[in-house]
C-alpha cells in the first residue's frame, strides 16, 4: 500500500497549499494565470488519483481494471503536461517562437502518447502484463517519459536563462520555475527506472508546492492589487480626482439597504452647483473652465473633509455627510456659505448649495433627501443672482 499511500498524501497535501487557487472564481478576478494553474492542478489531481488507485489494484493483481488505470495514469500524466507547459509560458511571461515551440511540444507528447496508448490495446509496446499477473513496462513507455523529461529539463534551462536577464522578483520567479522544471526532470528520470515507484507523484508535488509558495501566491496578490486599483480607478472621476458618478451610485445603493435594513445611521446630503462655469468655458476657454471646476472641487473638500464628495455632472457635485461633518453639519455649511460670500463679493468661484438630512418619519427613500437638498441649492442660487443684480444697480 506505500505505493497508494504516497498518491493519497499527495492529493491531501496538494489542495490544502492551493486550496484558494483551486476554487473557481468569476468576473475580473479569474485572470489567465488563474485559469491555466487551476487547470494545471487539477490534471495532477487526477493524476494521482489514478496512480493511487494503480497501486491498490495492482497489489490486488486485479490485471483487466489495473491495466485500465494504467491507461487513465498515464493520459492524466500526459495532460499534467500540456497544462505545466502553460503555466510556465504565463509565468515567465514569455511570447514569440520559442513559446510556441514549448506548446507544440507539449501537444505533441501528449498526442504521442495518446496514439502509443491506443496502439497498446491491440499490440503492447507501453506497458503489459505477464501471465502470473506482474506489470511490466516496454520500451515505448521509456520513449514517452524520456520525451517529458527532455521537455521538462528544456523548460528549466530557458526559465534559468530568462533569470540571468532579469532582477528582483523576476529573476526569483525564473529561478523557481528553472529549478521547479530541474525537480520533474530528475523525478521523472527516477521514474523510468523504478516503474513500482511513485517517483513522478512525488516531484510533482514537490515542483507545485515551489511554484506556488514563491510564484502563483506572489502572482496572485499582484493581480489582485491591480484590480483592485483599476476598480478604484474606475471610481474616481478624473478632472477633479474626487468620486463620480458610478461611485455616487454605488454609495446610494448601500444606504438603500441600510434603510431597508434599519441598519443606517443618520446623514444629509449636500448639493452644490458651480455658478459661471459656462461664461468661463466661453469667454477663457475649457482650459480654464476645467480649472474652474478643480478650483471649486477643492474649496468642497476642504470644507467637508471628511465626507465623500462626488463630481455627479457638469459643475455638479454632490456630498453624502456622515459622522463628525454629519454631527457638525450646521456649522460647516455656514463656512462654507461665508466663505462663497467673500468669493461673489471679490469676484472669484461662487458656488450655490443646500442642504438637507434624512428624517425617517418622513422620508421613504435617499431621493427624497436629495429633492430638499437640490430644492435649497436653486433658492440659493436665486438669491445670489438677486445679489449681482442688487450690485449692478
Known amino acids: 500500500m506505500y505505493y497508494a ?3 493519497i498524501i499527495s492529493i491531501i497535501v496538494l489542495v490544502i497549499v492551493n486550496f484558494e487557487a483551486l476554487r473557481k472564481v468569476k468576473g475580473p478576478e479569474n485572470s489567465e494565470l488563474r485559469t491555466k494553474y487551476r487547470c494545471f492542478l487539477i490534471s495532477l489531481i487526477s493524476y494521482f488519483t489514478a496512480d493511487a488507485f494503480w497501486g491498490i489494484f495492482n497489489e490486488q493483481q486485479w490485471v483487466v481494471i489495473t491495466y485500465i488505470d494504467t491507461i487513465l495514469d498515464f493520459s492524466t500524466m500526459v495532460l499534467s503536461v500540456v497544462f505545466w507547459v502553460k503555466c510556465v509560458v504565463i509565468f515567465i511571461e514569455s511570447k514569440g517562437k520559442l513559446t510556441k515551440i514549448f506548446l507544440a511540444s507539449g501537444w505533441f507528447i501528449f498526442i504521442f502518447e495518446m496514439i502509443i496508448l491506443t496502439v497498446n490495446l491491440f499490440v503492447p509496446i507501453v506497458f503489459t502484463f505477464s501471465a502470473d499477473k506482474v506489470y511490466q513496462a516496454l520500451p515505448a513507455r521509456y520513449i514517452a517519459l524520456f520525451m517529458q523529461m527532455i521537455l521538462f529539463f528544456a523548460s528549466a534551462v530557458y ?39 511513485p517517483f513522478y507523484a512525488l516531484g510533482c508535488l514537490f515542483a ?12 496572485d496578490i499582484e493581480h489582485g492589487r491591480e484590480m483592485e486599483n483599476a476598480n478604484r480607478r474606475a471610481l474616481i472621476d478624473g478632472l477633479t480626482g474626487v468620486k463620480n458618478k458610478l461611485a455616487y451610485l454605488e454609495s446610494l445603493r448601500d444606504l438603500e439597504l441600510q434603510a431597508k435594513e434599519h441598519s443606517y445611521e443618520g446623514y444629509g446630503v449636500v448639493v452644490f452647483d458651480l455658478n459661471g462655469l459656462k461664461e468661463v468655458n466661453d469667454t477663457l476657454g475649457h482650459d480654464a473652465g476645467d480649472e474652474y471646476l478643480r478650483n471649486g472641487c477643492k474649496m468642497i473638500c476642504e470644507i467637508f473633509a471628511h465626507s465623500p464628495v462626488y463630481r455627479i455632472g457638469g459643475d455638479e457635485f454632490v ?16 463656512q462654507f456659505d461665508k466663505m462663497i460670500d467673500e468669493n461673489h463679493g471679490n469676484g472669484t468661484i461662487v458656488i450655490s448649495s443646500g442642504m438637507a438630512v434624512f428624517d425617517p418619519d418622513i422620508d421613504e427613500s435617499y431621493t427624497e433627501v436629495f429633492i430638499r437638498a437640490d430644492k435649497k441649492m436653486y433658492e440659493r442660487k436665486m438669491a445670489l443672482k438677486v445679489m449681482d443684480k442688487s450690485q449692478s444697480v
Open 5 to 7: 499511500s504516497i498518491g
Open 159 to 197: 526559465a534559468f536563462y530568462a533569470s540571468s536577464r532579469s532582477e528582483g522578483i523576476t529573476k526569483h520567479h525564473y529561478m523557481t520555475v528553472g529549478f521547479s522544471g530541474i525537480i520533474m526532470a530528475v523525478f521523472i528520470a527516477f521514474q523510468m527506472m523504478f516503474p513500482f515507484m
Open 319 to 334: 456630498v453624502i455627510l456622515k459622522g463628525s461633518d454629519f454631527e457638525n453639519r450646521e456649522v460647516l455649511k455656514e
Open 208 to 219: 507545485t508546492c515551489a511554484i506556488h509558495s514563491f510564484i502563483y501566491r506572489e502572482k
